[in-house]
């Protein structure tokens, strides 16, 4: 079992910048890549980003590329989301996930999941 404990969310206004951080517990951090996801009210989770085991291979969707930096730190067991100029469409709950293979932006593949941080952007 991975244990995922996200923080970091909360009320920015459109422009600004937030750092989102997950924090794992359990099992190797290093054995599995990480990813965030969000999901808007009414809307399917969607893929954001994600980071292979090594930290070499960064993913993004194409709505967050150039704004948001993906970064993992296997030392401290954790992943963190810089993200900038932030706009109103970015609003959502944001969820870590974790799995063993690496460039997987299914969120139905993902296996382990943090209880989500709301990220609120105001216009």
């Known amino acids: 079992q991975v244990q995922l404990v996200e923080s970091g969310g909360g009320l920015v206004q459109a422009g600004g910048s937030l750092r989102l951080s997950c924090a794992a517990s359990g099992r190797t951090f290093s054995n599995y890549a990480m990813a965030w996801f969000r999901q808007a009210p009414g809307k399917e989770r969607e893929f954001v980003a994600a980071i292979s085991r090594s930290g070499s291979r960064l993913f993004y969707a194409d709505s967050v590329k150039g704004r948001f930096s993906i970064s993992r730190d296997n030392a401290k067991n954790m992943v963190n989301l810089q993200m900038n100029s932030l706009k109103p469409e970015d609003t959502a709950v944001y969820y870590c996930?974790?799995?063993?293979?690496?460039?997987?932006?299914?969120?139905?593949?993902?296996?382990?999941w943090g209880q989500g941080t709301q990220v609120t952007v105001s216009s």
């Open positions: 996930a974790a799995d063993g293979r690496d460039g997987v932006t299914s969120f139905r593949a993902y296996d382990y």
